[in-house]
């Protein structure tokens, strides 16, 4: 079983759980880390040995913008929204880990776009996209990073947001989204951050031959 490499620097944001966590990305190989130094260019990057101080940062603006916005509902206690919001979060994380993963592996965009646009369900994502691109399931590969209840976890708020969202002819609706289940997505929504990092430097900067652009896009 391979083992998810431990690199130095790569978790340790600055930033406490109040706010997206601030890393950057090597443009070379698409490596991230929240080592300040490498962020100015004061380092060359840890997995490529790159210089330069074109770095960006990740996450970026729009991802900021949406996870200031589900904080805030966190706080006033719109739990409800909570749920749905950090769900769809956490889907377009996927399909940013899988498009990244396609990009290191010298897919142009229009390829990507066909793979992305052919698997829109979650679970064929999760279930045959991810593992065909990797060669591990999802939950192997979250185990190993030390994310062994996180698949479980997400599969019980996609289950939640789905059955309030949804009639369903088996059973009835979930008639409320409580604040015990956003406390839950809160904790999935911080952990997905060092989770998609150890993801992208395994998957991505790994395998960051016939790279077609910087993985951010």
Known sequence: MKKSPQIKG????????????TYYECPDCGFLSADARFGAGEIPCPHCHASGDSRRVFPPDRIRRLDSRIRHYHEVG????????????LES????????????????????????????????????????LTGE???????????????????KIRQARNSFIHDSPFKGPQETLDKKMADEAMDLLDQSYKLFVLM??????DGSHGRTHPAGK
Do not use: C, Y
């Not at 719109?78 to 979060?89: C, N």
């Not at 999802?138 to 479980?152: H, L, T, V």
């Not at 992208?200 to 900067?205: H, K």
């Open 137 to 155: 399931e999802f939950e192997e590969a979250a185990s190993e990073m030390g994310f062994r209840e996180f698949p479980r976890r997400w599969r």
């Open 93 to 132: 994380t996927l399909e940013d880990i899988i498009d990244r993963i396609l990009a290191s592996r010298g897919a142009d965009v229009k390829v990507r776009e066909i793979v992305l646009d052919g698997q829109r369900a979650i679970g064929a994502r999760i279930g045959r996209l991810f593992p065909h």
């Open 78 to 89: 719109e739990s409800e929204i909570v749920v749905i919001l950090v769900e769809t979060f």
């Open 10 to 21: 790569t978790l340790h944001s600055t930033s406490s759980s109040s706010e997206a966590p």
């Open 200 to 205: 992208n430097n395994r998957f991505v900067a």
